[in-house]
């Protein structure tokens, strides 16, 4: 695993009408192609994977392939 460097710059993914501090996730894109990932809540734990992994995980995103997570989330909130 990657060391975390000390001055990378956090990107807070929140709703934009988000108020208080979370936990929220936190991303950075850090030298040599890595990313590293944090919530709010416990910023000292970090997940690092590589940008391509990244990026592979964000296309998923975009093409509906998560989508059955927020709606099972959604389902049991409306119980």
Do not use: C
């Not at 391509?52 to 975009?62: I, L, P």
Request: proline content about 8%; charged content about 20%; glycine content about 8%.
């Amino acid at each position: 695993m990657a060391d975390v460097p000390a001055d990378l710059t956090w990107t807070r993914a929140a709703p934009e009408d988000a108020e208080g501090p979370g936990p929220w996730i936190e991303i950075a894109f850090g030298p040599g192609g890595f990313v590293y990932l944090r919530e709010t809540s416990a910023p000292e734990t970090v997940v690092t994977t590589t940008a391509q992994k990244w990026e592979a995980f964000a296309q998923g995103v975009v093409a509906g392939e998560f989508d059955h997570f927020a709606e099972a989330e959604a389902a049991s909130t409306d119980n």
